[in-house]
């Protein structure tokens, strides 16, 4: 059964620091793209970052970029996104997510598998 527990989360200050993790177990987890979603109350879920299957190539939305870092150790079968400087804008729930494909997506019906979030909460 496969299995992503995201953790991190909490209540943070803008301008602080953040590094939310992502477990994996279940599946190859070498074969499998992992990207980070997040979703703000009555908004949908929208792409953050992805990492490819060696941690090779990262892609970020635009409003992270220079903010937010997504690394993986396929050792650990962990993927982290730090996030420094975050803003309130970036309240959300996070989720992790994997795709066996070859190339980082980053709409939500092209991942296989979903955790079941962490929230984060900026504060101004």
């Known amino acids: 059964q496969v299995q992503l527990v995201e953790s991190g989360g909490g209540l943070v200050q803008a301008g602080d620091s953040l590094r939310l993790s992502c477990a994996a177990a279940?599946?190859?987890?070498?074969?499998?793209?992992i990207g980070w979603f997040r979703q703000a109350s009555g908004k949908e879920r929208k792409f953050v970052a992805g990492v490819t299957r060696k941690g090779a190539n990262t892609y970020y939305t635009e409003s992270v970029k220079g903010r937010f870092t997504i690394s993986r150790d396929n050792a650990k079968k962990m993927v982290y996104l730090q996030m420094n400087g975050p803003k309130p804008e970036d309240t959300a729930i996070y989720y992790c997510?994997?795709?066996?494909?070859?190339?980082?997506?980053?709409?939500?019906?092209?991942?296989?598998?979903w955790g079941q979030g962490t929230q984060v909460t900026v504060s101004s």
């Open positions: 279940g599946l190859t987890f070498g074969n499998y793209i």
């Open positions: 997510a994997a795709d066996q494909r070859f190339f980082i997506r980053t709409t939500v019906p092209e991942y296989d598998y």
